[in-house]
């Protein structure tokens, strides 16, 4: 299966959105959809599969089995997040090998501290500059695929302000970086300044119910961003739908209710393989006498 390529749609200036997709019943609703990008959240993968925060407590060995699942699942090019690297320079080494065996389109680090937060909660701490300039030259060296694109997101707007977080993102695509996050910008302003003095792609975060206003992929596109990923959007969505349900399910006892829309069983049977398995199933079953009749 040949996926979308990323390099090629920010070489032809198309302005990338890529929903967060947080498990695979989303990923089965996502090929549906038409998108060409899908994003891979630490955040919400290590939610939907552990029930566990972003806080570097799922490992590198669990996030990639998660990230090659998604991979396997939809036609997508897949944006993933591999948070810090999971540890030092052999780490991102490895990370960005592991990555790229799954299937990803671009693999994304950070310069948090190792155990990282989430970019939209507090208590974050930063390496120094150093650390993730080299970081970022080891997983420029380490991918194998001309496509394979390293994205470089800094965390230090929090801790060094606006400028710090520019200066970072600026020494980082100077490294080698192909695409630049600046995390947890706090006002359009700041968008808009961040995408004026950054040579490189740019990537904005509409993380719902975080620090940074959430803007239309045209708002976005013409503040200067290159793309945009919607981290947390599926992973909410579901998280009200099921609230929904249950509710409906505690106060009328049933889910044969006007009151709670439901997907179709019978599409989702389809989008997950079992036309296929219905098939094979025709072809290769033995006859039995319920079949025969």
Request: charge should be negative.
């Amino acid at each position: 299966m040949t996926r979308p390529s990323l390099k090629a749609a920010l070489q032809a200036g198309t302005f990338v959105v890529a929903p967060g997709i947080h498990d695979m019943i989303a990923a089965s609703v996502f090929n549906k959809m038409g998108f060409d990008f899908a994003y891979a959240s630490g955040y919400w993968m290590t939610a939907s599969a552990y029930g566990l925060p972003d806080a570097g407590i799922a490992t590198y060995s669990q996030m990639v089995d998660r990230v090659r699942t998604l991979c396997e699942t939809v036609r997508a090019g897949v944006i993933a997040d591999a948070d810090t690297g999971y540890g030092g320079l052999l780490n991102v080494h490895h990370t960005v090998i592991g990555y790229e065996e799954a299937g990803v389109a671009a693999v994304q680090i950070e310069d948090q501290e190792f155990p990282k937060k989430c970019g939209h909660t507090p208590f974050k701490r930063i390496v120094p500059v150093l650390d993730m300039v080299e970081k970022v030259k080891v997983a420029c060296e380490a991918r194998t695929k001309q496509d394979t694109l390293i994205i470089a997101r800094t965390d230090a707007r929090q801790s060094e302000g606006f400028e710090g977080a520019l200066k970072r993102a600026e020494a980082y695509g100077e490294a080698g970086a192909d695409i630049l996050f600046v995390e947890a910008l706090q006002s359009e302003e700041e968008m808009r300044e961040a995408c004026r003095r950054l040579r490189k792609p740019t990537m904005a975060n509409m993380a719902d119910g975080g620090l940074t206003p959430i803007r239309s992929a045209m708002e976005l596109s013409a503040i200067g961003y290159s793309c945009a990923i919607y981290p947390a959007m599926t992973g909410l969505a579901a998280a009200q739908a099921v609230e929904h349900a249950l509710s409906v399910l505690k106060t009328e006892g049933t889910s044969n209710s006007p009151n709670l829309p439901l997907f179709s069983f019978k599409e989702f049977n389809t989008l997950i393989g079992f036309e296929e398995v219905w098939a094979f199933e025709r072809k290769w079953a033995r006859p039995t006498e319920e079949t025969v009749k």
